[in-house]
């Protein structure tokens, strides 16, 4: 079955930095999201893409944040500038179509960011 | 506020019990997916409902959604240590992307 794979599993970086998460969505979805989790805590939306443009960001995704999908195949997060805050498991998710409610969104492992 | 309230927060029951976990809205649920999560990993997609009323189940897990599409239940039976983990319920609600409510942790007591 096709699957969401993300890259690297584990990334430690230091405050200040810039890490790009990368993502391999289902080849024939549409619908690219990057959630966030961190520990202990709820699993909360970042940013949708569709047709190669932000079709919604939440107030997490500020202009330190940033996604692009610069082939047909990989969707990119790049955090410019990382901060403490920013250790997190981000999770890449895809989903066929949005419109008519019923493509679920299938989830990748996670990429665990470490800011120290 | 897109806000999905689950409850309980957590559970912990004894191999072979029933248990139901609950997802709220104060809007109209669109769509409802039931996840579940393994600690460290990705979310598993279980179950999708759309309409009022409708009811879904795979093996001993069963998922409804109520007539108003407001809330969803999600219900084992005779639950097993191999169904421990995090529930979550995803939301399609009108004009936003997928929100997730808080999550039940589940532990199965052997």
Partial sequence: EPEVTQTPSHQVTQMG???????????????????????GQKVEFLVSFYNNEI???????????????????NFTL?????????????????????ENYNSPLHFGNGTRLTVT | SQELEQSPQSLIVQEGKNLTINCT???????????????GEGLIFLM????????????KI???LDEKKQQSSLHITASQPSHAGIYLCGADLQGYDM??????????KP
């Fill in chain 1, 78 to 98: 790049k955090i410019r500038s990382t901060k403490l805050e920013d250790s997190a498991m981000y999770f890449c998710a895809s989903r066929w179509e949005r």
């Fill in chain 2, 99 to 108: 929100r997730f409510g808080a999550g039940t942790r589940l532990t199965v």
């Fill in chain 1, 17 to 39: 930095q810039e890490v790009i998460l990368r993502c391999v969505p289902i080849s024939n979805h549409l619908y690219f999201y990057w959630y966030r989790q961190i520990l």
């Fill in chain 2, 62 to 64: 069963t998922a409804k």
């Fill in chain 1, 55 to 73: 079709s919604e960001k939440s107030e997490i995704f500020d202009d330190q944040f940033s996604v692009e999908r610069p082939d047909g195949s």
């Fill in chain 2, 48 to 59: 999708m409902l759309q309409k009022g009323g409708e009811e879904k189940s795979h093996e």
């Fill in chain 2, 25 to 39: 809205s104060s809007k109209t649920l669109y769509g409802l997916y039931w996840y579940k999560q393994k600690y």
